[in-house]
């Protein structure tokens, strides 16, 4: 199991950009995930989910195929459609509120 932490949130033009922790077992590293307006618009089918929920959608995805190790400091959410041609049709569905 990966503990996946929002560290920072930050609006750009093109749309989102996230400091991310990542805990797995005795690891601990600090990635950044870029999420784009597109992305949120096609993974958010009604528009009202924050942001943050949406890109920590796309990380679960992306970690079914990448180990923490493994993930570049910078990714983008749309690594998982490149994972899997499924990612757009699962990652709605992983979209799930801070509890």
Not at 25 to 52: F, K, Q
Not at 67 to 86: I, N, W
Request: aromatic letters at 8%.
């Amino acid at each position: 199991m990966v503990l996946i932490q929002s560290l920072t949130e930050q609006e750009e033009p093109q749309g989102w950009c996230f400091e991310v922790k990542l805990e797995s077992g005795d690891l601990c590293r600090d990635i950044e995930v870029r999420l784009s307006w597109a992305d949120y618009n096609l993974w958010s089918h009604t528009g009202v989910d924050m942001p943050w929920l949406v890109a920590r959608a796309a990380l679960v995805f992306v970690l079914r195929f990448r180990k923490v190790r493994e993930l570049p400091e910078r990714l983008d959410a749309s690594l998982a459609r490149r994972l899997d041609s499924s990612a757009d049709a699962q990652i709605p569905g992983l979209i799930i509120a801070d509890s």
